[in-house]
């Protein structure tokens, strides 16, 4: 009778033994970081993606997750880069990999965001791109030059939009991105049949961009803008002048009389013409508008004084003087 009791004593402290280090091996490691990325490659087999775990720390040993693979040989294992919080067991970290819980953040890049506006995003918004690494990518205009022979910088085509970006993404892998949401974008409502300098529309456009807070009015600024052009006036768009400072570092809020005076060339002030790039990325309404001015003869446009954003529109320079002298007895 004692040597049975013995017997079932020893299966009994066998067994807690075995529920003890099972839970140990498949239970949640809590000695690796609060958070940990690992990224998951299309082809890799599920032993690779077992090592990767491990090598990472995710889980506790490569056959801890080889282990409950096993019990669902033909779940599918998807591709991505993953987020592991800390004491995940390797049932919860297999579970995520077969539902594809894919970690990503988004960023939203508005209407008229210049690159350096988008810069200082990524510094507040993005932890995986220094601004500077973003700078000196969309300086290099290689990637749109298909598109734009003439475009000296990615600028204009960092199409506007929210973004899926990864952990470990880079500032050339997101001016890819944007331009090829532009792209898509350019080609759904660009008619193909019709002769466009692109250069010319996306530069105007940015100007439009930057000029009007009210979808409605967009053509009618881009009506200015052109009515200018043909005539040989030059544009004096304030937002060309405060680029041209951005892009000298030496902005600082307001425009200045020296910033109306410099010879910077995207200051519409002291050159004729369009300046040699867009000095923001528009979005979709304001290329519309540059593709599709209003029929006007209007020649200037000032702010109403009623702070709607809307805009007095004028043929002569007699009428934008009384309505520039309506603006500011307006906001006195």
Not at 129 to 135: E, G, N, R, S
Request: charged share 20%; hydrophobic share 40%; glycine share 6%.
């Amino acid at each position: 009778m004692r040597g049975c009791f013995t017997r079932i004593l020893i299966l009994l402290v066998l067994a807690l033994a075995a529920i003890g280090a099972g839970y140990w091996y498949l239970g949640p490691y809590p000695e690796r970081s609060p958070e940990t990325f690992v990224e998951i490659e299309h082809g890799m087999s599920s032993r690779q993606i077992a090592d990767a775990l491990a090598e990472h720390g995710v889980v506790r040993s490569r056959w801890a997750f080889l282990a409950v693979r096993v019990l669902h040989p033909s779940a599918p294992l998807q591709a991505g880069e993953y987020r592991f919080g800390p004491e995940q067991t390797p049932w919860e970290v297999f579970d995520k990999i077969r539902r594809g819980d894919i970690f990503f953040q988004y960023l939203t890049v508005p209407e008229g965001s210049n690159m350096f506006d988008i810069a200082n995003l990524l510094s507040t918004e993005l932890d995986a791109i220094h601004p500077d690494d973003f700078l000196r990518a969309a300086s290099d205009p290689q990637m749109i030059r298909d598109l734009d022979p003439q475009a000296p910088t990615l600028e204009g085509y960092l199409f506007p939009s929210t973004y899926q970006v990864t952990h470990r993404i880079t500032a050339k892998q997101l001016c890819r991105m944007m331009t090829d949401e532009f792209r898509k974008q350019w080609a759904a409502f660009a008619n193909a049949g019709q002769s466009v300098e692109v250069h010319k529309i996306v530069t105007l456009a940015s100007l439009v961009e930057k000029e009007s807070a009210l979808p409605g009015e967009r053509p009618l600024v881009s009506s200015v803008f052109m009515n200018r052009l043909r005539l040989g006036m030059p544009l004096q768009c304030d937002p060309t002048t405060v680029y041209a400072a951005v892009r000298e570092k030496r902005y600082s809020g307001v425009i200045h009389r020296s910033d109306l005076a410099s010879k910077d060339l995207y200051n519409t002030y002291t050159h004729i013409g369009l300046p040699p790039g867009p000095i923001s990325n528009p979005g979709i309404g304001a290329l519309k508008a540059a593709l599709n001015p209003a029929d006007t003869a209007f020649l200037y446009f000032v702010a109403k004084p009623d702070g709607s954003g809307s805009h007095h529109f004028s043929a002569t320079l007699d009428e934008h003087e009384r309505a520039v002298l309506a603006y500011r007895k307006g906001t006195r």
